[in-house]
């Protein structure tokens, strides 16, 4: 998978991308990720990409010209691409969107700055994305969180060390509570199924955890999740309060809102 991300700070990227994971994945050509400096694509001596709001207020809006130039550019020398605005007006990320990002074989990605980007540009994109309801400075960490997550998505990028059909949400549930050693720490203890060697033992008991995880803080996502006739008792289990965990009290934590 081939991703280019256009951008006034590309030297922001490299030490997010070029380690761990996503580093290894480049280097064996699972990822590619190219860094555009928007500044390149300016016509003017020097090299603007902002200018003042029409209709006057505070902050700057990034000049259409550059970015356009800057897609037109990059598809003309690497190809046609999926062209992604990070802006906090965009469809917020999930595992889906990750899901659907991942089937592109060429990104391109254009991080704002300032009060936001010229709205003619949303001609010239295919898609608007937020990574969450909130702002940050620029698009700069929204498009490294797109990078990472779809890398994660690409067969071989993780290989064995992790699995990304465990993570929380790949499919739809959030993930339950992992252990390594010590066995015993302070008093707490790493629940013996997982330590017994007993395979369908273990699944069954992180599915039956996955569950009450999600039930607890995401209560939600338990509608829109594929529940098998087991996983419906579960829950139902939780619901009356029969599950041990559920009857011994001993909630997980939440957001700490
Ligand atoms: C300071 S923000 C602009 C915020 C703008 N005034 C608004 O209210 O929408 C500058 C840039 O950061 C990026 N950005 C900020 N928050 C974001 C978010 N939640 N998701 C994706 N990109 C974001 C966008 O590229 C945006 O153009």
Redesign the pocket.
Known sequence: MEIHILSIFPEMFASVLDESILGRAQSRRLLQVYTHNLRDFTQDRHRVTDDMPYGGGP?MV?KPEPIVAGIRAVQERFGPSYVV??????NV?NQERVKHFARMERLLL????????DARVTHYIDAE???????????E??AMVLVDTVARMIPEVIGDAQSAEEDSLFRGLLQGPVYTRPVEFETLCVPDVLRSGNHAAVAKWRRQHALLTTWQRRPELLQAASLSVEDRAMVNEFERGEFPEVRAGSGTKGDGG
């Open positions: 902050g990034m605005l990070l802006s906090p007006q965009g990320l254009i991080c704002g700055r300032y009060s936001g980007v994305l937020s990574i969450g309801d909130y702002v940050l400075t620029g698009g960490i929204p």
